[in-house]
Structure formats: structure tokens, C-alpha cells
């Protein structure tokens, strides 16, 4: 059973770097031909996929967000982690990270969400 985790500050200042890690259990993420994503929900709006790292270590970004968003791993702990600059109170969301088996949108297995409120 795969297992997703995203740990992370709850509470960002504006113009700060938002940094979230997402710890995978029960699959290794260097498997080929497997995307791991990181996706946001806004308060009462629908889900926005941020970008994605592959087992290869390729990694793909959202038009809208790629001037301000990286994402880099750690095979030695199974992680991967989302870095997104510059962040304002639009940034404030529901983050989550999900399993995207053929990077088709498509996702089989999810964290649980974790809360990021950007406030000073």
C-alpha cells in the first residue's frame, strides 16, 4: 500500500518561500514511469496541479507557477519536496501530493492535504 505524507509550516509571511515535503512509504519514487505531483486547492475554489517529479527525476512544472516553483527529491529518504517563492495571500491553500501513474492527470494514490496560510 503506498503511502503519502506532506509535512510543512501551516503559516507562511508573505514574499517567503513556501517549502512542503512529501514522504512516500510502500513505493519507491526513482520508479520509472511514475509522477509524483504536488496539487493545490484554494478556499472554494477546484484543484490546480503545481508540477511533478518523475521516477527519473525529470521534472515538469504548471505554466502559471513555474517562474516561482521548484521540485527536487531525496532518494535516500523516499521524498520529494515543493518549493514555491515569493508567495502571497492567493497562495493560501490546501496542499496536497498525489501519485500520477502516467502523468495523465489521473491520480492513485494522495496525501492527506495540509493546510499553508500565507499572512503576516
Known amino acids: 500500500q503506498v503511502q503519502l505524507q506532506e509535512s510543512g509550516p501551516g503559516l507562511v509571511k508573505p514574499s517567503q518561500t513556501l517549502s512542503l515535503t512529501c514522504t512516500v512509504s510502500g513505493g519507491s519514487i526513482t520508479t520509472n514511469y511514475l509522477y509524483w505531483s504536488w496539487i493545490r486547492q484554494p478556499p472554494g475554489k477546484g484543484l490546480e496541479w503545481m508540477g511533478a517529479?518523475?521516477?527519473?527525476?525529470?521534472?515538469y512544472y504548471s505554466p502559471t507557477l513555474k517562474s516561482r516553483t521548484s521540485i527536487s527529491r531525496d532518494t535516500s529518504k523516499n521524498q520529494f519536496t515543493l518549493l514555491l517563492s515569493s508567495v502571497t495571500p492567493e497562495d493560501t491553500a490546501v496542499y496536497y501530493c498525489?501519485?500520477?501513474?502516467?502523468?495523465?492527470?489521473?491520480?492513485?494514490?494522495w496525501g492527506q492535504g495540509t493546510q499553508v496560510t500565507v499572512s503576516s
Open positions: 517529479i518523475g521516477g527519473s527525476g525529470n521534472t
Open positions: 498525489a501519485r500520477d501513474p502516467q502523468m495523465v492527470g489521473k491520480y492513485d494514490y
